[in-house]
DNA sequence: GCAAAATAGTGCATTTTGCTCAATTTCGCG
DNA sequence: CGCGAAATTGAGCAAAATGCACTATTTTGC
């Protein structure tokens, strides 16, 4: 998977600005082709850039304000079950393997502190589960972005 | 900011499958008029339901295949300062304020493993921190998914 | 049961899309 | 430097989608 080109960037500029941009009015404004932008996102596309649409859907809106993490350590040859397991629980909505202190760190959305003891009972009931650490969000301090990281151009392309 | 209906619901299941029905297709799909289906989705901005698109770009293809969590232990009272000298570097995509053991839970993103040495002491670096561990994200267990939850259905409408 | 809100249905001008084709420019590389 | 491939451009055109408005009809909350 190459990198982008600055071109690639300032389209995904706009596109942060305005998700709703018509491949038209990005032409305009970046003062390309209509067909250069669509081939573009066609490139884009298919290049896999873009992940999933539920990553933009506010869990608040859905009826889950809480936000916490929790930091799993696993019986390692179960890790592969545990994935499993974790994945029924619909309100694990991330999950990384992980190097150092913890094995497994998990993004839970829940209801209320109530919600959230019950899943964090069901995940320390899941098979391969030696230990859970349970932090709760207490702030977005920064919400996520990629904005710094666009603006700065692309990397030694190549 | 109240929860949403089951027709929201199954609207957003439906972007979810794909982003980029018009409004037509999906009026098509769910049985409803377009008129409907377009005041759905003006209700669904402007209650920000819809969180910033950066979100659904791939920072794998912005040339940062690396990812990792850093948990940090502040100084209580520089919380504030803090947070904005996070915000200044680039690679920090996201952070949380949390309960428990570590005070601050950052994501960060970079181009190898030299990077993130780089970007962890400028961490280090920043007014208020006190420690910070760590953890390279080795694997994306269960990538980000809220389709659990929009199937489940609406939360106890009220 | 009433009033307000949501939905459906219709219509129309304008814009956007998807597609193709040929000409031109840019770029990689020997 | 110069060749060939790739990218970009401009144009055209039919089909589709959008934005908007207006009016019934249905559903909902109280």
Redesign the interface.
Known sequence: ?Q??DGTD?RL?LE??KD?RRTVVALAQKLGLSRNTVQARMSA?ES??????????????????PL?A?ISIHVQQHKLGAL?DS??QI?????????????D????V?C?DAEDLFRINGKIQACDGVERT??????????????????Q?G???TG
Chains 1, 2 share one sequence.
């Not at 497994?104 to 993004?107: A, E, F, I, P, S």
Request: proline share 8%.
């Open positions: 998977m990198t982008l960037l995904l596109l942060a998700p884009l290049r896999n850039v873009f992940l999933s649409f539920e990553r933009r859907i506010n869990p608040v809106s859905l009826g889950y936000l993490f994935t974790l994945a619909p309100e694990v909505v991330e999950a990384f393997g992980l190097t150092g202190a913890a497994l760190l998990v993004r959305v209801t650490d349970t932090s709760l969000a207490m702030g977005e301090l920064i919400p996520f972005r990629l904005n710094p990281l666009l700065r692309p990397r030694h």
